[in-house]
């Protein structure tokens, strides 16, 4: 018989090593498996300039990573592994992943959300030739070049101020006429006199032989076809949570957003929920790392309560 | 590996016929490329005899890059007598097997 851990919590973003660090805290045997980079969404964003204390090396990478050893330093373990297949039936819970099978007497699950695609034509056959999803990565490569970004939140208005580090022009397309952004970002990013708008507008096509070379665009108001010649685009509109694999097990709403209370408690007993997965009104790093610290400690309550009486 | 640069790219990679060459397009701030690193030397001990091994640091080659229609890390390519055979963009690489694959499909 493998191993029976108290907790395990699937995904290693800033909520899954929250949630690591609290249990680890409480001296509980808990494992954190990821199957891609410790850190999630938070490794890939440059400027993290909103989580309260990180002023200094306020990158995304260095504050996840400071995540990651403070968990580690309490006992936390970790695994590389995906898992594929979870069984929530009994008191002890079964995870398959592709190179284990994991059991626990508690689950949290942490697998955040990924970037939805814009929908455009030829945005997947560009993917990785001019199509980007994240600018720390790709940024360098277009360092003096033209550059487009898709959207008018947070996280377009941020990527796009960074990209005027690169870029000669950065060009925001935007559906609609006004920004959603904070207003100290866009005050940023109007004063930049790298970036131009343009609005109510939105990207139909992809062009370009192996490479991207210029965007066909459609203006919503007028119906008006243009095209814009860009090297690079980067889209950024928004969010699809990573819950398929819990479809029928636990309950979410029907844009898949998994549905707990205000201790993270999902509908089936043993199993929590935590960070950008969850439905809730507000996705960021230390919204995810609260959600991660609450359930650690809900799953606490939980195991003592169960196993420990 | 051979490291190419916009200096030997030509005789290395585009008139080089004796065998197919692969090339491992990386950049220092590509996290993904670093780790996979260690696989992809692995994988020319295997291979090595059958495949030439190169990789490109396209920080600092950016331009060449570029005109070779690379744009997203980590970016594989093998060459065929200085032609490209088979590109895995960045979305098709999750693990060294997938590198590994590709390669395999140049060995016969
Ligand atoms: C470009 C960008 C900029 C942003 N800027 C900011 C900002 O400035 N400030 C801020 O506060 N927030 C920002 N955010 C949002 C913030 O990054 C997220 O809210 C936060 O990372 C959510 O944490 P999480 O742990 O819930 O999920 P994630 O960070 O999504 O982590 C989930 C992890 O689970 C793993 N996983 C998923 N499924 C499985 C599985 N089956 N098996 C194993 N592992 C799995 C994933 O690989 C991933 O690493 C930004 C996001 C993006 C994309």
Known sequence: ????YDIVIIGGGPAGLSAGLYASRAKLDVLVIEKEKFGGQAATTAELENYPGSIENCTGPALVERMRKQAEEFGTTFSKDEIVEVDFFDDIKILKGRKEEYRSKAVIIATGAEYRLAGFKNEIELRGRGVSYCATCDADFFEGLDVA?????????????YLTK????VTIIHRRDSLRAAKSLQEKAFNNPKIKFIWDTVVEEAKGDEILESLVLRNVKTGEISELAVNGVFVFVGLEPKSELFKGKVEMDDRGYILTDRNMKTNVEGVFAAGDVVQKSLRQVITAAADGAVAAVAAEEYINEKFNK | MLEVNKDNFEVEVLNYTEKPVFVDYWGDKCQKCIELM????????KYGDKIKFCSLNTSQNRRLAIAQKVLGLPTMIMYVNGEKAETLTPDKINTVEDIE????????
Do not use: R
């Not at chain 1, 690169?166 to 022009?169: D, Q, Y």
């Open chain 1, 166 to 169: 690169f870029a000669e022009t």
């Open chain 1, 1 to 4: 018989m493998s191993h029976i």
């Open chain 2, 38 to 45: 260690p696989d992809v030397h692995k994988l020319e001990e």
């Open chain 1, 149 to 161: 970004v898709i959207g008018g939140g947070d996280s377009a208005i941020t990527e796009a101020l």
């Open chain 2, 101 to 108: 694959n590709m390669i395999k499909k140049f060995c016969e």
